[in-house]
């Protein structure tokens, strides 16, 4: 059993930062590979991307390659996601998500979710 918390979500002008964490708990957090994603009011949740069980391997949306960034402490049961440049369009709940085995964009897969953090970009 995994219990996901995030943080670090706010208000931002676009262009600006923020670093949103993952606290989980749990003894074996380093079983579970890691995700990130979103949702819209009135919108499906979407991918945002993911982290495998060491963190050697990620994968992005396209929407946010080259702007986000998802790294994972496995001493820490923590997985980050940095958002940098970011647009309106990023306005959205984000979740983090675990899954026992590989990572996937899928949401369907992930056998845990957080409660979600608000991130709000102005223009």
């Known amino acids: 059993q995994v219990q996901l918390v995030e943080s670090g979500g706010g208000l931002v002008q676009a262009g600006g930062s923020l670093r949103l964490s993952c606290a989980a708990s749990?003894?074996?957090?380093?079983?579970?590979?890691m995700g990130w994603f979103r949702q819209c009011p009135g919108k499906e949740r979407e991918f945002v991307a993911h982290?495998?069980?060491?963190?050697?391997?990620?994968y992005y949306a396209d929407s946010v390659k080259g702007r986000f960034t998802i790294s994972r402490e496995n001493a820490e049961k923590t997985v980050y996601l940095r958002m940098n440049s970011l647009k309106p369009e990023d306005t959205a709940v984000y979740y983090c998500?675990?899954?026992?085995?590989?990572?996937?964009?899928?949401?369907?897969?992930?056998?845990?979710w957080g409660q979600g953090t608000q991130v709000t970009v102005s223009s």
């Open positions: 998500a675990a899954r026992a085995g590989n990572p996937s964009p899928l949401d369907r897969v992930y056998d845990y």
């Open positions: 749990g003894r074996t957090f380093s079983s579970y590979a």
């Open positions: 982290i495998s069980r060491s963190g050697g391997i990620t």
